[in-house]
T-cell receptor, first 113, second 115 residues
């Protein structure tokens, strides 16, 4: 079945460091791919998404490119801030649509000043 | 514009007690969802409602029931709580239509402890 695997955390970085959080998926066809972020004490909110191969999603300095050949959707940011400390979830929605989004386990990011 | 609201924020139950978690959205979305979040396991879908008047099981429906009261409200009921249901519960909504590209909008969550 469809699945999402993302790197285990926590990831600890200093402010202004480069961030990569790896995400790979298993799915048939061309699923839609998402990154959601959960700040402490809050619900998840969409960070960015990509709906077809080679699309790049971007928001708030974060980017991720839909790579069909490597079944990956890695999240990157060039210079992290303390306010980026949160849990990041990679997710996919199947090619056939429907209502069952599949979430990865989440990666906790700590950014130190 | 409140988005998705959930009540209560925190709840402690004893084994065997029942309770209902409430969820409402004001975005005129067709679809609504209930998830549970457990450490190291991401979010798992309990039940969803594709549109008003319909509900379907997700990945982990055992021990839960749901009601789509109207387009705005979607409640989750635990009839006889068990310690294994200790978790954080999130309600979410989306425009619906079964499109895989839909963004989901989440509520702030309910932290439930079953003793």
């Amino acid at each position: 079945g469809d699945s999402v695997t993302q790197m285990e955390g926590p990831v600890t970085l200093s402010e202004e460091a480069f961030l990569t959080i790896n995400c790979t998926y298993t799915a048939t066809g061309y699923p839609s791919l998402f990154w959601y972020v959960q700040y402490p004490g809050e619900g998840l909110q969409l960070l960015l998404k990509a709906t077809k191969a080679d699309d790049k999603g971007s928001n708030k300095g974060f980017e991720a490119t839909y790579r069909k050949e490597t079944t990956s959707f890695h999240l990157e940011k060039g210079s992290v801030q303390v306010s980026d400390s949160a849990v990041y979830f990679c997710a996919l929605s199947p090619y056939t649509g429907g209502f069952k989004t599949i979430f990865g386990a989440g990666t906790r990011l700590f950014v130190k000043a | 514009n409140a988005g998705v609201t959930q009540t209560p924020k925190f709840q402690v139950l004893k084994t065997g007690q029942s309770m209902t978690l409430q969820c409402a959205q004001d975005m005129n979305h067709n679809s609504m969802y209930w998830y549970r979040q457990d450490p190291g396991m991401g979010l798992r879908l309990i039940y969803y409602s594709a549109s008003e008047g319909t509900t379907d099981k997700g990945e982990v429906p055992n021990g839960y029931n749901v009601s789509r009261l109207n387009k705005r409200e979607f409640s989750l009921r635990l009839e006889s709580a068990a310690p294994s249901q200790t978790s954080v519960y999130f309600c979410a909504s989306s425009e619906g239509g079964g499109r895989g590209t839909d963004t989901q909008y989440f509520g702030p969550g309910t932290r439930l402890t079953v003793l």
